[in-house]
């Protein structure tokens, strides 16, 4: 039994908010158990010089943990001279990348969407409820270009939602919690689409080596998580009339 009470294959309690935010094109707060997240969706008129001309568009995210978001407080990164963590450049690249695996740039015309992932409180599982919420804020802004006429459709072709599994004295567990995490011999967090297909898997042995008959069955328990979350998606779609 794990402690907080949930079985091996069993996600932390997920709610989903939309529109806490007048100004950006779309924002998701995501509250998984005790980690909270906000994700904004600004479009912008403009694309990065290596796409000027090219009638493609670019979908962008940026990341960053509030310094009380966890235990003890962090630095705010950028302040004082103090740059952007490794850690965070990851993640966000991360992010951004996954969003893109799922968009028709050229639909999207010669603009940027970027996804702001703001981190309230951190219990693990950060990264990967940033590209499920982003992913929800994503959809939002582009319905919001259809609606202004300004696009024909949403240019985004498949769900996506993300899950971390991780495996602990041989068990294979859903969802870590931090405690979980720091304690995993292995760690994965794994990007699925709604057709079940892999768009990113980050599998570390921390403290032990793992088989392929190990890797999958953490696949296909992570497969079982992100179809839950994706399940939510669609309910937030549907709450808010976007048909997609």
Excluded at 207 to 232: C, H, P, V, W, Y
């Amino acid at each position: 039994m794990r402690s907080n009470g949930r079985k091996e294959c069993e996600l932390r309690p997920v709610s989903i908010k939309t529109g806490f935010n007048i100004y950006a094109e779309g924002s998701v707060q995501i509250q998984v158990e005790n980690t909270i997240i906000l994700v904004t969706a600004t479009v912008e008129e403009y694309v990065p010089p290596f796409l000027k001309g090219s009638g493609k568009g670019w979908v962008t995210a940026e990341y960053n943990m509030l310094p009380r978001a966890t235990a003890s407080r962090n630095q705010r990164e950028g302040r004082r001279g103090n740059g952007i963590g490794g850690r965070t450049q990851e993640i966000q690249r991360l992010i951004g990348r996954s969003l893109r695996a799922v968009c028709d740039l050229e639909k999207l015309g010669e603009r940027t969407i970027t996804l702001d992932c703001d981190v309230l409180q951190a219990d693990g599982g950060t990264r990967t409820a940033s590209i499920t919420a982003s992913w929800l804020a994503l959809v939002m802004a582009c319905d919001k270009l259809v609606r202004q006429g300004i696009l024909p459709a949403i240019p985004v072709n498949n769900y996506l939602a993300a899950i971390s599994v991780g495996m602990r004295n041989q068990q294979i567990l859903m969802d870590l919690c931090y405690d979980e995490d720091a304690n995993a011999d292995v760690d994965m967090n794994v990007v699925m689409t709604g057709s079940g297909e892999l768009v990113e898997i980050q599998g570390t042995g921390e403290e032990a080596t793992f088989d392929r008959t190990q890797m999958n069955r953490m696949l296909d328990m992570a497969e079982i998580g992100i179809k839950s979350l994706i399940q939510k998606q669609k309910e937030i779609l549907q709450k808010e009339n976007i048909n997609f």
